[in-house]
């Protein structure tokens, strides 16, 4: 109900342009669109785009706080995922959830699945607050065994990893390092969008 009051004052806006009706118009992420895929030295990712343009202020909205994005942006991950996949997002922290009032990768991971069948897995844990926004690009190269693992969840099981932005792989390797850890089997993740990198597959 008080989203459903938000939305009669204050009309969704696209995060990109501005646009009055949804969070992200057709025009600025089009439904349908071929995914872009990276190589990590461990996963290859699929990506809706690059990291430039309305994808990135939508993904900057997304860490704003914005459900009408996280929601749009779910329906649009959907489209590249192929029934039964068991998802692992990659949760933000307490804090960041509380200044937020939502996990926006969680949740879009969450309308992802509901459109497609598929399970989410809430098995990765952050274990320090030290995020990646705003750090330097060998900063975020440093970076090591940031999250934990419940090995109950996804032992023996196949996961595919969700994140909002890959810029330097990471995050997501350290995250594919403590499923593997735990005794999954990880190969891939789905992200909204990549920086510009010449590990880009055609």
């Known amino acids: 109900m008080f989203h459903g009051l938000v939305d009669l004052f204050f009309p969704p806006q696209c995060a990109a342009c501005g646009a009055a009706g949804t969070g992200l118009c057709e025009r600025c992420v089009p439904h349908g669109t071929p995914p872009l895929v990276r190589a990590l030295p461990t996963l290859r990712v699929y990506a809706l ?35 039964p996949m068991l998802l692992a997002p990659v949760r933000t922290t307490r804090t960041r959830r509380r200044v937020r009032g939502i996990d926006g990768v969680e949740y879009l991971t969450r309308v992802a699945a509901r459109r497609t069948g598929a399970t989410v897995v809430c098995a990765l844990v952050p274990l320090r607050g030290d995020a990646q926004r705003g750090r330097s690009r060998s900063q975020r190269l440093a970076a090591r065994e940031r999250f934990w693992c419940d090995a109950g969840l996804v032992r023996g099981r196949s996961v595919t990893l969700v994140d909002d932005v890959c810029t330097t792989g990471t995050t997501l390797e350290d995250c594919a390092a403590a499923l593997r850890a735990a005794g999954a089997v990880v190969s891939q993740a789905l992200v909204i969008a990549v920086a510009n990198d010449d590990t880009l597959l055609s």
């Open 49 to 83: 785009g690059e990291y430039t343009g309305a994808l990135r202020r939508a993904v900057l909205a997304l860490k704003d706080g914005r459900r009408d994005v996280a929601q749009t942006l779910g329906e649009r991950l959907a489209e590249m995922i192929s029934p």
